[in-house]
């Protein structure tokens, strides 16, 4: 646990992040600005965090806000961090870090598409990944209706029967 100590005290003497927590063994959790992200990551990388194994999107709607978050690993340490950051739903643009991760390109292309994020400086990012001909909200986004959508997109169907089980065999 010394380790991880020390890194946090590093993170917050260097960066003062609005928040940390240690939400399992091996894992530390910081929120900061999003005007930081970038400074974070690549401080991050310098000091071997430098595996992006993931970033995501959560979609806080009733703080009108979206927020990134980005998991690096480091394989010297075995400890993931995690940062995070809030941004506008509304308007939902954030940097690039494919200058500092390159691998973020299909991570930011996929957070684009599934929740509607711009990710300024990827000439990819609103490339189709998945979602081929996708015509509605990003799915992902808690305001999005699926059923509306299925209602919209697809045929009402009736469906015959043609095997009721009897009672006691297997349905």
Request: aromatic letters at 14%.
């Amino acid at each position: 646990m010394n380790s991880m100590n020390n890194i946090i005290e590093d993170i917050k003497a260097k960066f003062n992040p609005e928040f940390h927590e240690i939400p399992k063994k091996n894992q530390i959790s910081f929120d900061f600005k999003s005007d930081q992200i970038h400074a974070v990551l690549s401080y991050l990388k310098s000091k071997g965090w430098k595996q992006l194994t993931m970033l995501t999107c959560v979609d806080w709607i009733k703080e009108n806000k979206f927020q990134l978050v980005y998991l690096l690993f480091n394989w010297d340490e075995g400890i993931t961090i995690q940062v995070r950051t809030k941004i506008d739903r509304d308007k939902p643009n954030f940097r690039t870090i494919i200058d500092i991760f390159p691998g973020a390109e299909y991570y930011e292309r996929d957070v684009h598409e599934f929740f509607g994020v711009t990710f300024e400086g990827n000439e990819n990012a609103n490339k189709e990944l998945f979602l081929e001909l996708w015509d509605d909200i990003p799915p992902m986004r808690k305001d999005f209706d699926p059923l509306a959508y299925s209602k919209k997109k697809f045929d009402v169907r009736d469906y015959k029967v043609d095997f009721i089980p009897k009672e006691g065999e297997a349905e």
